[in-house]
């Protein structure tokens, strides 16, 4: 239910406080971790956050891209790339960040995907024990509370905070597109079950058809708790880290122009995200000497701090159009589907900005394991064209020369989409201080489709031919299904449909789905890129950890969210063993 938005953040600071626990950022991963070690009541837990607390309608799945467009985000632009973006206004691609209580959790699409067994089982395999699927499934079930219809139970938690259930709308096209795939022989899956390649209505993470976000799920009850308090618009500035003994002592963060430290009598953990935690280690003196050098930055450790970012990548630009309207419609987003949910029915309003399924595929291109998917397929039953071009293609940056050319000419018509996304890249970013001012946002690098054999575009140029298959089944051609051809404006030159047009129109039009992963990466102490260890101290730091999507080694076959979230529950178990468990400490 909706409810009344608690005041999760009522705390004001006081200048030197003591706390045995201080956790950056009320993402989702943070908002895990400050629930789980309050619940131990002697210990002292203060979770600070940049942004605001979430307002009643963070609800409305609908507004998912609207959000964007608000204070509740981060607000970031990648870097310019050479032959790519070229579609986007100033060559730059969006890369959103939720910003206030729940974090990135507040502005998602609320994709529900815990990823493929295989995933987790390479992390294992890299050096880090307790991270295989087997070791990480108690925590995936232990996350959620599943309420789908469609569900394969023994892998699914039916206790946790984090609710999961189908959208209560759903399209004719959605169900066109699931039987497309299964008329191509995919089965209909749990895709968080015991297989992920197939088809399926996307599972959400929705509580009573309304988002539920980190702080929803996490924070609105343990802020209860007496011994965990919640400080908004604290933008925590640098991890205090004696220099000398190498051990984090605190934070220094800044709120309303005032500056303020907090004391850690156990550890600093550091959950501010991919973009921000490792912003923070390096404004504490954590990251590649030249690069601290360069801003005059003394340096404590010497460590590859965001020197490596993945992120997953697709193309919106697939459009199919449709003799039948068995699409959503702008014209369908009347009053009464506010009224339909406020009164609790289904309605459009509880709809996931247009997601509808997901098909998972093997393609045999980046892996040969038949179980193991190279792409993700995401089905809109709509499109960029559903809102007029006025919202979701404006969170892409697609400019109005692409948009008046390929999007404006249907928007009356009946047509879907169906987006590809890679999900294991080879092509890999970085991220670099751009000031030693913490107010200053870092400088995001995504170098898309630079792998050396061009593998990431091979990869999504054979999507797009899956996609075109998907197309030509009964099911699909029952409406006279096309693939819209017009051609992207600057590939005219290109034959339309050649695999050199479809490069040409992905360095156009490709866009993010906001997954970076990586910057503080989790490996073994022989692994040259690793920043943290398999309990996620920080090397050569004590007292420090980074517990949120940051530590991810590889990209996952899923959307960050639910991994974010299994990390904040085993960080909570790695705290409370460390602390509560072994002799030689107290607590
Ligand atoms: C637009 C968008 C759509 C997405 N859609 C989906 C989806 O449908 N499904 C899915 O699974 N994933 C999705 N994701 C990704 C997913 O939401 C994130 O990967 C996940 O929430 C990351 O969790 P986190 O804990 O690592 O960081 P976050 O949730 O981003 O939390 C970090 C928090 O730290 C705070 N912070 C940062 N710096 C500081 C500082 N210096 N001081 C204090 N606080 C600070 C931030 O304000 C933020 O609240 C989406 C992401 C975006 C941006």
């Given at each position: ?160 905070y984090v609710k999961v259930e189908d959208v209560p709308i ?150 199919i159009t449709l003799n039948e309207s068995i699409v959503f ?259």
């Amino acid at each position: 239910m909706t409810g009344k938005i608690p005041e999760t953040s009522r705390y004001k600071p006081i200048n030197g406080e003591e706390f045995d626990f201080i956790i950056v950022g009320a993402g989702s991963a943070g908002s895990a971790i400050a629930n789980r070690l309050s619940e131990i009541a002697q210990w002292k837990i203060l979770l600070l956050e940049a942004g605001y607390p979430p307002v009643e309608v963070h609800d409305m799945p609908i507004l998912a891209p609207v959000f964007q467009f608000t204070p509740y985000n981060w607000k970031n632009l990648m870097e310019k790339q050479d032959y790519m973006s070229l579609g986007l206004e100033d060559q730059r691609m969006s890369w959103p960040r939720g910003k206030g209580i729940g974090g990135s959790s507040l502005i998602n699409y609320m994709i529900h995907v815990r990823g493929n067994r295989l995933d987790y089982d390479k992390w294992a395999a890299m050096g880090n024990p307790g991270w295989s699927y087997d070791d990480l499934l108690p925590y995936f079930m232990k996350l959620e509370e599943t309420r789908t219809r469609h569900q394969d139970s023994q892998y699914r938690g039916h206790e946790g905070y984090v609710k999961v259930e189908d959208v209560p709308i759903r399209t004719r096209s959605a169900e066109t597109f699931i039987e497309a795939l299964q008329q191509m022989g995919y089965s209909y899956v749990d895709y968080n079950g015991y297989q992920q390649i197939g088809v399926s209505y996307v599972q959400a993470t929705l509580q009573d058809s309304r988002r539920c976000s980190a702080e929803k799920a996490y924070l609105r009850k343990a802020q209860e708790r007496g011994n965990l308090k919640i400080i908004k618009k604290a933008l925590v500035t640098k991890v205090i880290i004696n220099p000398i003994t190498l051990e984090a002592e605190g934070v220094e963060y800044e709120r309303d122009g005032m500056y303020y430290t907090a004391k850690a009598r156990k550890e600093v953990i550091l959950s501010a995200g991919a973009f921000h935690s490792p912003q923070l280690l390096m404004l504490s003196g954590i990251g590649p000497r030249y690069h601290l050098s360069e801003l005059d930055i003394p340096v404590l450790k010497d460590l590859p701090v965001g020197q490596k970012m993945y992120d997953h990548l697709s193309f919106p630009e697939l459009v199919i159009t449709l003799n039948e309207s068995i699409v959503f419609k702008a014209s369908s987003f009347g009053i009464n589907e506010f009224k339909k949910y406020f009164s609790n029915q289904p309605s459009l309003i509880s709809t996931l900005g247009g997601v509808e399924a997901l098909a998972y595929l093997n393609l045999n291109l980046t892996n040969r394991n038949p179980t193991y998917p190279d792409v993700e397929l995401i089905f809109m039953g709509g499109g960029l064209h559903s809102d007029f071009g006025l919202i979701t293609r404006k969170t892409f940056r697609i400019t109005d020369r692409m948009y008046n050319r390929i999007w404006k000419p249907i928007e009356n018509e009946n047509a879907c989409q169906i987006l590809p996304m890679l999900v294991h890249p080879k092509s890999y970013g970085y991220i670099k201080l751009k000031s030693k001012d913490p107010h200053v946002q870092p400088k995001l690098y995504g170098n898309y489709l630079t792998d050396a054999y061009n593998e990431d575009v091979r990869t999504f140029i054979a999507s797009i031919r899956a996609i075109q298959e998907i197309i030509q089944t009964p099911a699909f051609q029952r409406y006279n299904a096309q693939l819209l051809d017009t051609p992207v404006p600057g590939c005219e030159l290109f034959r339309f449909d050649s695999d050199p047009y479809w490069e040409c129109a992905l360095r156009h039009l490709a866009v993010t789905l906001h997954h970076q992963v990586a910057t503080c990466k989790m490996g073994p102490k022989y692994d040259p890129e690793a920043i943290v260890d398999s309990s996620l101290r920080v090397y050569g730091i004590k007292r420090l950890r980074v517990a949120d999507a940051s530590v991810i080694p590889l990209p996952v076959t899923a959307h960050t969210n639910v991994p974010a979230y299994m990390i904040g529950e085993k960080a909570s178990d790695l705290i409370k063993q460390d602390y509560m468990y072994r002799p030689y400490q107290n607590y």
